[in-house]
């Protein structure tokens, strides 16, 4: 089974618009934590936002929340007023606990393709 | 200061060649990955190393062999290349998650092309 799901392969979007992008997981371990990256054109892996599992609050960082919703296990990533820049790959990804050092992978789901439009 | 570099960032091979990618870290973290991203963005975990030591190895072919000659430095040397082995491979580190987020910090890649 998977346990990271991103429903979405491709997304467009109007430039200034905000934009959702779409993840639910699959755990039954009590402690985790949840992350998202933006890999541009150019190929690198740019952290942007964490939230772990036991976090009252929604995680924010500039433009970019995270909208965690325990119960139903998802927890998408929202772009308040995108930019042309934002174009790029989106993974989300979950880290369980583990109990020994090393261990502790981020397990990636299989990305959306967000382009801006002007 | 590159925090996690690799080395080649391309490469080009025939098959049947052995080829290495070099990766090292300068933030003091315990823990440092292998992943692989194929053609269609996929990202998978390859191993991970804490201290030196091996901790995951998702079964991964036996010609793929990871060295970490201490923390700061894991290598992943390649037998035989097969053209499904071409791929992103990226190397990544994080501090043990305790209290911290357990973020991971990759390298820029290294694309591997084999012909």
């Known amino acids: 089974a998977q346990k990271i799901t991103q429903t979405q392969p491709g997304m467009f979007v109007q430039e200034k618009e905000a934009v959702t992008l779409d993840c639910t997981y699959d755990?039954?371990?009590?402690?985790?934590?949840l992350f998202w990256y933006k890999q541009p054109s150019s190929g690198e892996m740019i952290f942007l936002i964490y939230q772990g599992s036991y976090d009252q609050q929604n995680a924010t960082e500039g433009r970019y929340s995270l909208n965690f919703q325990k119960a139903r296990k998802s927890a998408n990533l929202v772009i308040s007023a995108s930019q042309l820049g934002d174009s790029a790959m989106y993974f989300c990804a979950m880290r369980e606990h583990q109990s020994n050092f090393g261990n502790e992978k981020l397990t990636f789901g299989t990305g959306t393709r967000l382009t801006i439009i002007p | 200061d590159t925090a996690v570099s690799q080395t080649p960032k391309y490469l080009v091979t025939q098959m049947g060649n052995d080829k290495s990618i070099k990766c090292e870290q300068n933030?003091?973290?315990?823990?440092m990955y292998w992943y692989k991203q194929d053609s269609k963005k996929f990202l998978k975990i390859m191993f991970s190393y804490n201290n030196k030591e091996l901790i995951i190895n998702e079964t991964v072919p036996n010609r793929f062999s990871p060295k970490s000659p201490d923390k700061a430095h894991l290598n992943l040397h390649i037998n035989s290349l097969e053209l499904g082995d071409s791929a992103v491979y990226f190397c990544?580190?994080?501090?043990?998650?305790?209290?911290?987020?357990?973020?991971?910090?990759f390298g820029e890649g290294s694309r591997l092309t084999v012909l």
């Open positions: 990544a580190s994080s501090q043990d998650a305790g209290e911290n987020t357990g973020e991971l910090f």
């Open positions: 933030l003091g973290h315990d823990t």
């Open positions: 755990t039954s371990d009590p402690s985790y934590g």
